[in-house]
């Protein structure tokens, strides 16, 4: 067990020991993710390939003989207590609501739930585009699965507990995700990148190399907010490029619903000029970007290449800075410095965009360096402190009996 992680878990522990004078019964822990090629293709039923990171949310948990859930987040010093017969939403984007609706969806999928207490504690930053969020849901879902699962049909380690966190991110923090966050949180594996049809589901790990690279994470320290604006904009937007399309082509096939996915790109390269220039942009991007994810797929699995590999992390970045209009002047700057770094393969913005992280892939040798001279010059040139993350490729979610 990595040691950050093992002094997580103590850490979680102890601080439900702390507020609550006993032992808990079941941890759950859960990685952030990093989003390596598939920028928001996801909900648009496109390829991603992704990467669980070494930062994780923990959850300290036992059953309390009662109905009330009560939760307390140490990172973020606040508490809530719920009703698990009756769990709704709390109103203006409550942090809880993460832990609800993963209560709520494993309880919809007919596990005889029960009070608890619980304490969370995460590494994960807030707000810079590691999932936070998909950490906590899935790490309070490891937690409920070790306390009231025994006998349950949900498989900790499946597809079916992804959709239904998914589902329970959709109706309590309202933010339309796709199903990559919950997905990498879930089946993170050492070593390796995860591949994601988000339309067949179809999915597998793919080795990061003989000698796999670092992951460095840099916080731009400029935040931003999913549920209030641009991520349902750009989502919408998506929608309607895929919906003229469609209306052109009527004969495409489809999968569940119509989504850009199922577009050609040689219908798109011929059409592209029917439609609205924003849409189209949008379009160009995700269609692209399903390319590159895989044309990458292949470079890791046939041959290894991460260097080729991170070239279509910076054909990502540019293609999100221009054609989905989600980067940020921080981003961008962080991506320009980090290039002209020794040891540095490939870099882009990783999660919604907006502010928030880039990722990058670095030569093993050259992190140290490369994480203080990207911060160094970062600072120069903006008066503002990122926040390097050096990571590594890690495994998924889980939970433990104590």
């Known amino acids: 067990m990595p040691n950050l992680l093992a002094d997580l878990r103590n850490r979680t522990t102890a601080a439900f020991e702390r507020r609550l004078g006993r ?4 941890l759950g822990v859960a990685p952030g993710r990093v989003e390596l090629l598939g920028n928001h293709t996801d909900h648009n039923r496109g390829l991603v390939l992704a990467a669980a990171i070494d930062r994780f949310t923990c959850v300290a948990a036992m059953p309390n003989a009662s ?6 987040s140490e990172s973020i010093g606040q508490a809530d207590e719920f009703d698990v017969s009756a769990i709704a939403p709390l109103p203006g984007g409550h942090w809880s609501n993460y832990v609800r609706g993963a209560v709520a969806a494993l309880a919809e999928s007919g596990m005889a739930v029960r009070g608890f207490d619980a304490a969370i504690v995460s590494d994960v930053p807030i707000g810079g585009g590691l999932s936070s969020s998909a950490s906590l849901e899935c790490a309070v879902a490891m937690a409920v699965l070790g306390m009231f699962g025994r006998d349950a049909a949900v498989d900790p380690a499946g597809m079916q507990l992804a959709e239904f966190l998914q589902r329970g ?4 923090a309202g933010v339309q995700c796709g199903i ?3 997905f990498s949180s879930l089946f993170g594996r050492e070593s390796h990148a995860l591949y994601l049809d988000c339309e067949t589901l179809q999915h597998d790990a793919v080795p990061l190399g003989a000698d796999p690279p670092a992951i460095v994470v840099c ?3 400029a935040p931003h907010e ?3 604006g641009k991520y349902n904009e750009r989502r919408a937007e998506c929608e309607a490029a895929s919906q003229f ?7 495409l096939p489809t999968g569940t619903t119509p989504s850009l996915r199922d577009i050609p790109m040689h219908i798109f390269v011929d059409q592209q000029r029917l439609l609205e220039p924003i849409p189209a942009r949008r379009a160009r991007h995700v269609l692209t970007e399903n390319q590159r994810v895989m044309t990458g797929r292949e470079l890791l699995r046939r041959s290894g290449d991460v260097r080729g590999f991170g070239q279509l992390m910076l054909e990502s970045h540019r293609s999100s800075r221009d054609d989905f209009e989600n980067s940020s002047p921080e981003l961008d700057l962080l991506i320009d410095i980090a290039s002209r770094q020794p040891g540095f393969l490939g870099g882009k913005l990783s999660g919604a965009g907006w502010g928030g992280c880039t990722v990058n892939l670095v030569e093993p040798p050259n992190t140290e360096s490369f994480a203080r001279s990207v911060a160094d010059e970062y600072f120069r040139r903006t008066g503002l402190t990122a926040s ?3 990571c590594v490729a890690a495994p998924g979610a889980t939970f433990v009996r104590l």
């Open 23 to 26: 032992q808990p019964t079941v």
């Open 388 to 390: 390097i993350n050096i």
């Open 67 to 72: 109905l009330l859930a009560r939760v307390s």
């Open 219 to 221: 916080d731009s320290r």
């Open 226 to 228: 999913l549920a209030k």
């Open 169 to 172: 991110e959709h109706r309590f």
């Open 180 to 182: 990559l966050d919950q």
């Open 245 to 251: 399309l469609h209306r052109l082509n009527p004969t």
